[in-house]
């Protein structure tokens, strides 16, 4: 598999992206390993204990998968855009003005049965997502503006909505605070298990994902979205509308951000407040891009940094090593499988280069 972005073209393989994917997470703990002992503590004992934050306990493993959802949820969205050759970097507007409809919907209407409650949030909130990523989408592939920049310009405008919205309409009227009343009991998802904190919507994830890799490989849609991000021109020439494929895949990857929004609201937080998921609309890039682009490698990167941000918590309490060593070993790991990665093209390249001469 082939993709195209910004004129550069990126191989894709599934073996190939989970042997550089460890290496680059090996290199990142190695290196962090290094920034450890530097600061008088054990590498080994400050990574049992991030293992034993993130794993430790049944409780701890909920955590760790609660951080799972929306990581899996963004990245899957970064995922479906760029294999399109689409940037959506509107994950953040798109899961706040998500979580803000769904809270609406959650908050006001009432006397339905939970089922349809759950289900009419999660629309609400996916419906507001589309119609925010449809704009950077209907402008690059009609004016060809930049949808990076219009997609970051959209993630300010979606938090201070969510501000706006908190500080007016939906702020609750019994507190003089900027968050919204608790949602009604019909609209909380239910947990997997009494006493853990985790939720059914970990199971959506799952089928999502599934979901997304089934378009991609067994569908003709799917096979016009990867088409375009290859070549456009190509596919152009071939009789596919790729204007249409633009503005589809970027409202398909705005759907899949929107519930990472309204699964937080809905199944764990249970109301809305300002900074509710900071920064994890950004954070689905790296996701993505560890996972290879691939929507069950990107299952499996959103696990690690769950596991990571999870884990780094017990660890600073016990060793005293910042939490900002954990955006370390998550760069790291990135660095080492763009170098990886890298350098293999170079050496193929140049491997095919030497053939034709000798041919």
Do not use: C
């Not at 009432?110 to 950077?136: D, K, N, R």
């Not at 706006?164 to 019909?186: D, G, K, V």
């Not at 990571?308 to 309490?317: D, E, P």
């Amino acid at each position: 598999m082939r993709v195209n972005i910004r004129g550069k073209t990126l191989k894709i393989d599934g073996l190939d992206v989970f042997i550089t994917s460890t290496i680059g997470i090996i290199f990142g703990f190695i290196v962090a390993s290094i920034i450890i002992a530097l600061i008088g503590v054990n590498p080994l004992i400050a990574y049992r204990e991030l293992f034993m934050g993130a794993f430790g306990s049944s409780q701890g493993f909920s955590f760790t998968l609660m951080r799972f959802i929306p990581l899996a949820l963004t990245g899957l969205a970064v995922t479906f855009a760029f294999r399109g050759g689409m940037f959506n970097i509107g994950g953040e507007g798109q899961l706040y003005v998500s979580a803000l409809a769904a809270t609406w919907v959650a908050v006001n209407i009432t006397g339905l049965p939970s089922i349809l409650h759950i289900v009419l949030a999660v629309l609400a909130g996916a419906v507001a997502a589309a119609l925010f990523a449809f704009i950077p989408g209907f402008l690059k592939a009609t004016r060809n503006f930049n949808e990076i920049l219009v997609t970051i310009l959209l993630n300010y405008i979606g938090v201070y909505l969510v501000g706006l919205a908190l500080n007016t309409f939906l702020m609750a009227p019994e507190q003089r605070i900027p968050w919204s009343s608790r949602i009604a009991e019909t609209a909380v998802i239910p947990k997997v298990m009494g006493g853990s904190p985790l939720h059914m919507g970990v199971f959506l994830v799952l089928i999502l994902a599934i979901l997304v890799y089934y378009i991609f490989w067994h569908t003709t849609w799917g096979y016009e979205v990867r088409s375009v991000g290859a070549n456009p021109e190509a596919a152009t020439y071939g009789g596919i509308n790729v204007k249409r494929i633009m503005i589809i895949t970027m409202v398909f990857s705005g759907v899949l951000a929107s519930f990472a929004g309204s699964l937080e609201i809905l199944g764990a937080q249970h109301r809305l407040q300002e900074g509710f998921l900071v920064n994890y609309g950004y954070y689905g890039i790296p996701v993505a891009l560890l996972g290879g682009l691939h929507p069950l490698g990107t299952l499996l990167a959103a696990f690690f940094f769950g596991a990571l941000f999870n884990g780094a918590v017990a660890m600073q309490a016990s060793t005293g090593i910042p939490v900002s060593i954990v955006g370390m070993v998550q760069a790291l790991a990135i660095f080492g499988v763009i170098g990886i990665t890298g350098a293999r093209q170079v050496y193929l390249s140049s491997k095919g280069v030497k053939r034709r001469e000798s041919s």
